[in-house]
C-alpha cells in the first residue's frame, strides 16, 4: 500500500485521487482478440469472418472495498466486473480450454 492525500492505496493504483476521489484503479490492458461474428451477425452474412475485437481491462477498488475489481470493457463500455479472484478462475479456465484445442 502506498499512502495519497485520502487513503492507502494498493500497490497497483495509479490514480490521483483529486477532490476526495477514493476510486483506485491501475493501468488499462488493452487485449486484441479475434471473435467470431454472432449468429445474429451471420444470418444475413454467413460468410462473415472472424473479426477483431479489442478488450480493455483495468484494475479498480472503491475505498472501503476488501477485495479489488476486475473490469472489462469494450469500447469504454463495461461488459463484466469480477472480483479479482473470480477474474483468476476465468483465466485459469481459458487457459485450460485454449491448451486443450492446441494442435
Do not use: K
Not at 471473435?35 to 444470418?43: D, S
Not at 478488450?55 to 476488501?66: I, M, N, P, R, S
Amino acid at each position: 500500500m502506498q499512502p495519497t492525500g485520502t487513503s492507502p492505496c494498493p500497490n497497483w493504483c495509479i490514480s490521483l485521487h483529486l477532490d476526495g476521489d477514493t476510486l483506485h484503479h491501475g493501468e488499462t490492458l488493452a487485449l486484441q482478440l479475434t471473435r467470431r461474428p454472432t449468429q445474429g451477425e451471420r444470418r444475413f452474412r454467413p460468410d462473415l469472418p472472424a473479426m477483431p475485437i479489442t478488450l480493455e481491462l483495468v484494475t479498480h477498488q472503491d475505498a472501503g472495498e476488501t477485495t479489488p475489481w476486475i473490469a472489462v470493457l469494450h469500447e469504454g463500455t463495461p461488459v463484466l466486473d469480477l472480483a479479482a479472484g473470480s477474474a483468476s478462475s476465468l483465466g485459469d479456465a481459458l487457459q485450460g480450454f485454449a491448451a486443450d484445442t492446441a494442435i
